[in-house]
């Protein structure tokens, strides 16, 4: 299906013309100077030769802030109590990359072929996620040019260095749970549990996406209440919900028990070099042969609880004080666009949020929905923005909802697509404009759908304030987090911390 749609080819082109403009960070990385970060920063034991010292060069930049933990975690496993704050999922991916790269092996060393890794499976990640992006866009809205226009938007995202240009994981996470949403909606749960599973294993906030299954399986109790005794659908109801909780939230567990073993469990430890026994001296990091950390006698022994609140000071609104009012205005634009699609839909369908979105998408009997934004089959994805947004802006450090949203949720690449075609004539009238007519040997009839938002920005000085607006927010967030971010400088999920404490995934 996807290789004939013309609209799918045309976001793969934009995506991937989006990922060349990523030399920026090589380039900014060379002629701006790093900025004096205590970020986490362990010694380079392996020696690097001339070859190593240009790949360092050209990707050094993907390395810096919370990157260095997966590239360190990829190379040495967790020795340190705080690497447990990043999940296994992104650095098992960097390692099955370095080993599809070991016929290379011999002229580089390890942290090389980590690099070439990041920036090769990121650029994957993030052209899939965005073709799932698409996919479900189309799905949900019932509008291929919503779903064409957010589409596009991703590939121009604010937190675009993470998914393009640093060693982050948020695009191996945007994948996964992207491509799960859509497999709900067909009604494939068989596979979209083990997707968002997946998801799970990459960032902690996968645990979240636990909602759509649920959500899922009591619209069909509802909808089989129509016809069958409550008891049958009540009991199918309960197994049901019961492995919705299971299969995605499994990953966390286990990964809190390998923890548990690590360092609460007596086990034959792995050698940890001299350096880096030395970095955890001076810097205070517990490691597996030290002593039993406090949260192994808990009641609840979860790390992952521990390192937020030690290493990261992360809590209930211990991140609003005057330092980080800068990071607060950061964070405020993506704030503003899930407040305001929050109230636009709800304004629009409040009947339908009062009961929760329980609506059955098989009926014949409904009235055809909007289409769009405004469809009903958005209101759990809207609320699931929210609910992030909520936890993000109460529990996290402030810079930090800008990627967490955008690689979470399809609202903050819908709703602007929805305002751009509501509000922009010259985007009405782009869309009259006949497509390019496919070359080669191409099936007969089939277009090239015109990249409309090249056309507005094309077009700049004719467009509407709100357009202005959203294509000025993305572009400038996208453009300044390939500058800041790979030269230690403070941007949107990266900043200084006290202690050598970045903000976790």
């Not at 004939?4 to 990385?29: G, R």
């Not at 090389?112 to 920036?119: F, G, H, M, P």
């Not at 666009?337 to 709800?346: E, F, P, Q, S």
Request: glycine fraction near 6%.
């Amino acid at each position: 299906m996807w290789p004939l749609d013309p609209c799918w080819k045309e976001v793969l082109k934009f995506a991937v013309s989006c990922h060349v403009l990523t030399i920026l960070q090589a380039l900014s990385n060379a002629i701006i100077p790093d900025h004096h970060a205590e970020a986490f920063s362990p010694s380079r034991l392996a020696p690097s030769g001339s070859v190593d010292q240009l790949v360092e060069g050209l990707l050094n930049g993907l390395s810096h802030w919370d990157a260095e933990h997966f590239l360190f975690i990829a190379e040495r496993g967790y020795l340190y109590e705080h690497n447990f704050a990043f999940f296994p999922g992104f650095p098992l991916a960097l390692w099955v990359g370095t080993e599809l790269l070991r016929p290379l092996w011999g002229l580089l060393n390890l942290r090389s072929y980590l690099l070439i890794s990041v920036a090769l499976l990121n650029s994957l990640f993030s052209v899939l996620a965005v073709v799932a992006l698409h996919d479900l866009g189309c799905l949900v809205l019932c509008c291929p040019h919503q779903a064409f226009y957010g589409a596009l938007l991703f590939c121009l995202s604010p937190a675009n260095v993470f998914f393009l240009a640093a060693g982050y994981s948020e695009a191996l996470f945007a994948l996964p749970t992207f491509s799960a949403m859509g497999q709900l909606e067909r009604g494939r749960s068989w596979t979209s549990g083990p997707l968002f599973a997946l998801a799970t294993g990459v960032r902690s906030n996968g645990l979240v996406n636990i909602g759509f299954l649920m959500h899922s399986q009591c619209q069909g109790f509802f909808s089989s209440l129509m016809v069958l005794s409550p008891l049958r659908p009540l009991l199918k109801l309960i197994g049901s919900v019961f492995l919705s909780v299971l299969e995605p939230g499994l990953p966390f567990p286990l990964f809190q028990y390998y923890a548990y073993t690590q360092f609460c469990l007596p086990h034959s430890a792995h050698p940890i070099p001299k350096p880096l026994l030395q970095l955890a001296v001076d810097k205070g990091y517990q490691i597996t042969e030290g002593n039993k950390p406090p949260w192994c006698s808990w009641q609840l022994p979860l790390v992952y609880s521990n390192i937020q609140d030690i290493y990261w000071n992360v809590g209930f609104l211990k991140c609003y004080e005057l330092k980080p009012v800068p990071n607060i205005l950061l964070a405020a634009p993506v704030a503003t666009l899930v407040v305001w699609a929050t109230w636009t839909y709800v304004t629009t369908h409040p009947w339908l949020c009062l009961t929760l979105g329980m609506r059955s998408k098989n009926s014949e009997t409904q009235e055809k929905p909007d289409p769009g934004f405004l469809s009903p089959w958005v209101f759990e994805y809207l609320v699931h923005a929210v609910a992030l947004l909520l936890f993000g802006g109460l529990y996290m450090h402030v810079q930090v909802p800008t990627r967490f949203l955008g690689s979470s949720t399809p609202i903050v690449y819908w709703f602007p697509a929805h305002l751009l075609r509501d509000q922009e004539p010259l985007l009405r009238s782009l869309e009259t404009v006949p497509w390019k007519p496919l070359a080669g040997d191409s099936p007969a009839g089939q277009k090239v759908p015109r990249n409309s938002i090249m056309g507005l920005l094309y077009n700049w000085k004719t467009c509407s304030l709100v357009t202005q607006c959203i294509l000025g927010y993305f572009l400038t967030y996208w453009l300044l987090g390939l500058l800041l971010h790979c030269n230690f400088l403070p941007w949107t999920g990266s900043g200084d911390r006290s202690g050598d404490r970045l903000e976790a995934n």
